[in-house]
């Protein structure tokens, strides 16, 4: 049974940093594409980072550009977020995903398997 299990949320203060773990079991981790979601009350689930299976090229969403860092380590069947600059607006229940292509998509249905989530709050 797939399963991805994303650490490292928290409280933390605005202008503060945060790096959130993805771990994924039974599958080819190497194998898929992985995303980074995220859902705040009351929203609807929107792409945040994306990475190849490779580790080579990646995508983001404009919110976060330049704040937010998605890697990845094959060998130990992770995936990152290095969070940064955090604002009160990224409170939110972050999800991990993992999508059976190359190149990551920033649609929630090429996503086949998902995290339980990871509540992160930014206070100001």
């Known amino acids: 049974q797939v399963q991805l299990v994303e650490s490292g949320g928290g409280l933390v203060q605005a202008g503060g940093s945060l790096r959130l773990s993805c771990v994924a079991s039974?599958?080819?981790?190497?194998?898929?594409?992985m995303g980074w979601f995220r859902q705040a009350p009351g929203k609807e689930r929107e792409f945040i980072a994306g990475?190849?299976?490779?580790?080579?090229?990646?995508s983001y969403a404009d919110s976060v550009k330049g704040r937010f860092t998605i890697s990845r380590d094959n060998a130990k069947n992770t995936v990152y977020l290095q969070m940064s600059s955090l604002r009160p607006e990224d409170t939110a229940v972050y999800y991990c995903?993992?999508?059976?292509?190359?190149?990551?998509?920033?649609?929630?249905?090429?996503?086949?398997?998902w995290g339980q989530g990871t509540q992160v709050t930014v206070s100001s």
């Open positions: 990475i190849s299976w490779n580790g080579g090229p990646t």
């Open positions: 995903a993992a999508a059976g292509t190359a190149l990551p998509s920033s649609s929630r249905s090429s996503y086949d398997y």
């Open positions: 039974a599958l080819t981790f190497r194998n898929y594409a």
